[in-house]
């Protein structure tokens, strides 16, 4: 498996950690704009590929993953490591299980 499963409880023990880290929010643009998860960065996973430069910075950072209910996430988990991201973190259940 190219990435680790985070449940809700591991990500707001991370957010409220002073560790850096990127939130990623792979939903569609009109997704992320009615919720989100605060300090996140929204790019869609049908752009992912196309636009994976903006995440090099991020590259040998950890990476947390989310989509809605969490099967999205695991997609772009494996695109990213494809492309050689390595501490990648899927939010299990996505943002669904997270707000409630």
Request: charged share 30%.
């Amino acid at each position: 498996m190219s990435y680790t499963n985070i449940d809700k409880f591991e990500l707001k023990e991370l957010l409220n950690s002073n560790e850096e880290f990127l939130l990623l929010d792979i939903r569609t643009k009109e997704e992320f704009h009615e919720n989100k998860i605060e300090g996140a960065i929204n790019i869609p996973l049908q752009e992912l590929l196309f636009n994976v430069d903006e995440l090099e910075e991020y590259r040998g950072s950890k990476i947390v993953v989310y989509c809605r209910s969490g099967h999205r996430s695991i997609t772009a988990c494996n695109i990213l490591s494809m492309e050689g991201f390595d501490e990648l973190y899927n939010l299990e259940k996505g943002i669904i299980d997270y707000v409630i």
